[in-house]
């Protein structure tokens, strides 16, 4: 029988980046508003399985302890989510964690989500603030702009959009609703408009803006609320718009 | 023209995939049901609207661009598009992915329908030199043939059903691709305004379906004298 007192979670684990991954369960004593995060540091101080087996403390990445910071996302009983705020009571058992499934696995839960970051920059994903002369101070920005740049500029980047979309795949390259969306949040400033048509044509070629096939997925995992599917339809439109004028207008 | 950076071809094909299946496809898939609808109304305007398609001038040169190029480039197309998707809606079951998966699921079912519908009618027909005058007859013929069984119908039903939802759904997503649907409640609205469109096609093709299985045409020669 189990015990309601106990906690029991099944674990993924993989080694190395290059080995096959196994699976391990522990049972652990049940502590008041424990989440997903205090339950692998109680196993990190005691790891010993299910079994009696002690094996090596389950790796995992984490930061922020408050979901601003994104590194401590995996699937949790299945779906994307941040470790923080699953919170155990909340989950049914046994609490299954996997690593996300669309990135490099590096150990256990540990995945490498550098493509999100190179893609970041490809898409120039800053604005200038200075270079060999002074740009001067930027425009004053209507209230209603900032609230709606103020939501994507939540994105912390966690990858949830990306490991829940259909369409972002470990063969392929598509870039994924974060980047867009980030697009979008430097292009509605008035400072980083300069660079707008850079930003439009990074997501105008393969793994693009044009891959997505609008499953719109992203947009229900997304734990910041962040409208990106309506982000996508916007950049969609500035694409289309420089399509034109690069067919017409060049 | 212009300046199209070798990435951007890629973007410019996908976004050619998404226009051809409004036009000229989705142009004609309407302009197809809703003429054959005639049927519905009676024998003699749907023999006639049958003739005069087939005395076109250019009719082949209009089908082949207007029709079978675009047709073959927005199926190659998205054949290549379903094979770099992980379809994933066991796991993340929303309605959108759903349609995401119903919009592949109706492209293929609709691709294997295309090569059998026109493997017994448009092939038979230049076969057998009948696609010039006196089409109908031979047409009306062949339906009466494809509707006698509910085998043929089934068929039928479930192709048009396909090509209807294909259609509405692939309205919706084209109008985000290229921009012209933005805000959320804009797309959850305009995502209702096709699919009743959608179901305003149906209606008219599964009408043609219904009155041919209850009632089968008598074949006659459009105009006395002909064969």
């Known amino acids: 029988m189990p015990d309601p007192k106990n906690i029991r979670l099944k674990i993924k684990r993989q080694d190395r980046p290059d080995t096959k991954p196994y699976w391990q369960e522990f049972n652990l004593p049940h502590k008041p508003l424990a989440n997903v995060i205090s339950c692998l540091m109680d196993i990190q101080m005691n790891p010993v399985t299910r079994q009696g087996q002690a094996v090596t403390p389950v790796v995992w990445e984490c930061n922020c302890l408050e979901e601003v910071c994104g590194s401590c996302t995996m699937n949790i009983n299945g779906k994307v989510r941040q470790a923080c705020t699953a919170l155990v009571d909340a989950l049914p058992q046994p609490i299954v964690l996997e690593p996300m499934s669309k990135f490099p696995i590096v150990r256990d839960l540990q995945v490498d989500r550098n493509r999100m970051f190179e893609n970041l920059k490809k898409v120039k994903a800053w604005i200038h603030i200075d270079g060999t002369y002074d740009i001067g101070e930027g425009p004053v920005i209507p209230e209603k702009q900032r609230a709606k740049a103020y939501l994507l500029s939540e994105c912390m980047t966690c990858g949830c959009c990306l490991e829940a979309c259909p369409q972002f795949t470990k063969d392929n390259d598509f870039m994924g609703a974060s980047t867009f969306s980030q697009v979008r949040l430097f292009n509605m400033h008035p400072t980083g408009a300069m660079e707008q048509e850079e930003r439009l044509e990074a997501v105008m070629g393969e793994g693009g803006i044009a891959d997505c096939g609008n499953a719109q997925v992203c947009v229900e995992v997304c734990p910041k609320k962040i409208p990106l599917t309506e982000s996508i339809a916007e950049i969609g439109r500035e694409t289309t718009l420089q399509l034109l004028k690069n067919l017409f207008l060049k | ?227």
Request: aromatic residues 16%; glycine residues 8%.
């Open chain 2, 1 to 227: 023209m212009g300046s199209i950076s070798k990435g951007q071809v890629h973007f410019l094909l996908l976004k050619i995939h998404s226009l051809t299946g409004l036009v000229p496809i989705g142009l004609f898939l309407t302009f197809h049901l809703l003429v054959n609808s005639l049927r519905t109304v009676g024998v003699l305007p749907y023999q006639w609207s049958i003739d005069v398609i087939n005395n076109l001038p250019f009719l082949i040169w209009i089908e082949i661009f207007f029709i079978y190029i675009p047709l073959l480039f927005h199926s190659f197309m998205g054949i290549y598009i379903t094979q770099v998707a992980k379809l994933n809606a066991i796991r993340y079951r929303y309605p959108r992915n759903w349609m995401y998966v119903l919009q592949r699921l109706t492209g293929a079912v609709v691709f294997v329908f295309l090569i059998y519908h026109m493997g017994t009618t448009v092939a038979p027909k230049i076969w057998n030199g009948h696609h010039l005058f006196e089409a109908a007859p031979f047409l009306i013929d062949v339906m009466n043939q494809e509707f006698a069984t509910w085998t043929g119908r089934i068929i039928y039903l479930v192709g048009i059903l396909s090509a209807t939802f294909h259609f509405a759904n692939g309205l919706w997503a084209f109008c985000i691709s290229w921009g012209i649907i933005v805000g959320p409640r804009a797309q959850r609205n305009a995502s209702i305004v096709f699919m009743l469109f959608g179901g305003a096609l149906t209606v008219l093709g599964f009408a043609t379906v219904l009155e041919f299985s209850l009632h089968p045409v008598d074949v006659v020669p459009t105009f006395k004298g002909a064969s």
